[in-house]
């Protein structure tokens, strides 16, 4: 454990990409939303204003996953610090990251839910579908997500350092085809009621378990490629 710790020292040796940038990305969507909402409610119009914004930080997740393995893996292990060790700091360290973001969204969450959308009836964090089961629940999905887009990247990087660049494009294409592929499917027999009946019945809490799950999944995948990966 001390070395996985040394691993998370090492990865947050430059705290913007896993830190300052998310935080950065987050509050900019915030007040780039708060100003939307302003404007929107100056010409007048009136009702619940919901920005999706707040998903911002996730889709850079997937690219903080990618730049920990690429960008560091290589030194640590001129650094020998072996695969298993800078695997286990690196999920410790997006955990950490992750962590600090679900926080983030549930304080904010609850500071617009006490000013009724910061008095605009406008909502950044908290997403009703999203806090029907709670703050906690509400924390734990955007953990879970946050954790998801994470190892994604790291995922893919995986397959780059392990394959090479022709077998990382050809394999993200054939995801690409199989998730087009299942929603053919479920066009063809007319399955999206209860795609979406499901969905509802899971709620957020039910679904970000679900996409620990898939986590979990990917992380082994990772972990088995890494094995083998080339610096």
């Known amino acids: 454990m001390n070395r996985a710790l040394n691993v998370v020292r090492l990865q947050l040796i430059n705290r913007q990409t896993f830190v300052w940038i998310p935080l950065i990305i987050l509050f900019g969507s915030l007040a780039i939303s708060l100003l939307i909402y302003g404007i929107i409610q100056s010409s007048g119009a009136r009702g619940v204003m919901i920005s999706g914004g ?23 292990q001129a650094m020998s610090i072996t695969r298993r060790d ?63 887009a994470f190892v994604i990247g790291f995922w893919a990087a995986t397959v780059f350092k392990r394959f090479g660049s022709l077998a990382t494009v050809v394999t993200l294409v054939g995801v690409g085809l199989v998730a087009v592929a299942v929603a053919w499917l479920v066009t063809a027999t007319r399955s999206w009621p209860a795609v979406v009946d499901t969905v509802v019945t899971l709620g957020a809490f039910g679904l970000a378990v679900c996409g620990i799950l898939v986590t979990l999944v990917l992380s082994t995948s990772s972990f088995a490629t890494l094995r083998r990966a080339v610096p």
């Open 86 to 148: 800078f695997f286990i700091g690196t999920l410790l360290t997006a955990v950490l990251t992750a962590g600090l973001l679900a926080v983030v969204f549930v304080v904010g969450g609850l500071i617009e839910h006490a000013t009724n959308g910061y008095g605009m009836n406008g909502w950044f964090f908290y997403i009703p579908w999203v806090w029907e089961a709670g703050p906690l629940a509400a924390g734990v999905a955007y953990f879970a997500l946050a954790m998801l």
């Open 54 to 76: 707040v998903q911002a930080p996730l889709w850079y997740f997937g690219v903080i996953g990618a730049q920990a393995l690429t960008r560091t893996f290589p030194f640590s």
